[in-house]
């Protein structure tokens, strides 16, 4: 990881805006819906994430109310298209007795926790790992943390900015680097669109074989 690694980071997120444009990500119509779609969302596409969802929401229980009432053997029923059904369904249950149990139910008082506290009762639960406890914290809760997924891995190993064998707490202090210069109220919105550009370009480029041709990263290579 070198000194100039933020000021690069950085500099990749003007590059994939300029050739992309705002994401609006999370695509979900509630915070609740964010919190279901990041633990659907592990080992599957999002195309099937999207799936469970219309389920969900077909059902009326993307809700706390909902998610609350519907017996768990039903909520897996609803939620087979992400895979994993029964560990999801059991993970989704967790949050929400979390949520009852420690913050009278609500995810306004979940939020007003500071970052460091909220993440660490996410990382207890059972079913979130890193990834999902940020994209939590980032995308429902509105806190400014870094998302570190396999596509930034790859693009920081491949531009040589942190080998992959860097820790995810040493790739997200890299990003968290390259914001700090920004101000704090905007912090939150741009790692918002930095991930999701991020998967943008992944998507399109950077995948288990990497396509550099046309990629807008091209140049920093």
Not at 30 to 44: D, F
Not at 99 to 118: C, F, M, Y
Request: proline share 8%.
């Amino acid at each position: 990881m070198t000194n100039a690694a933020p000021r690069i980071l950085r500099n990749f997120h003007d590059q994939l805006m300029a050739a992309y444009g705002p994401q609006q990500w999370w695509p979900a119509q509630s915070p609740v819906e964010v919190i279901v779609g990041a633990y659907l969302t592990q080992n599957t596409s999002w195309r099937s994430v999207e799936r469970s969802i219309v389920n969900l929401v077909a059902h009326g229980v993307m809700n706390l109310d909902g998610l609350r009432a519907i017996p768990e053997e039903e909520l897996r029923s609803l939620i087979r298209p992400s895979g994993y059904m029964v560990r999801k369904a059991a993970a989704i249950k967790a949050f929400v007795a979390f949520l009852d149990r420690e913050h009278g139910s609500s995810l306004a008082r979940l939020a007003a926790q500071p970052t460091s506290v909220v993440r660490r009762q996410l990382l207890a639960l059972p079913g979130v790992g890193e990834e999902t406890a940020d994209a939590i914290l980032l995308y429902a809760l509105l806190h400014p943390v870094a998302v570190v997924d396999e596509y930034l891995r790859r693009i920081t190993d491949r531009h040589g900015l942190a080998p992959r064998q860097r820790k995810y707490a040493e790739v997200q202090q890299l990003v968290h680097a390259a914001f700090e210069p920004d101000p704090p109220e905007f912090r939150g919105p741009l790692l918002n669109e930095f991930h999701a550009l991020v998967v943008a370009v992944g998507k399109n480029h950077c995948g288990p074989r990497a396509r550099c041709e046309g990629c807008p990263l091209g140049p920093f290579r």
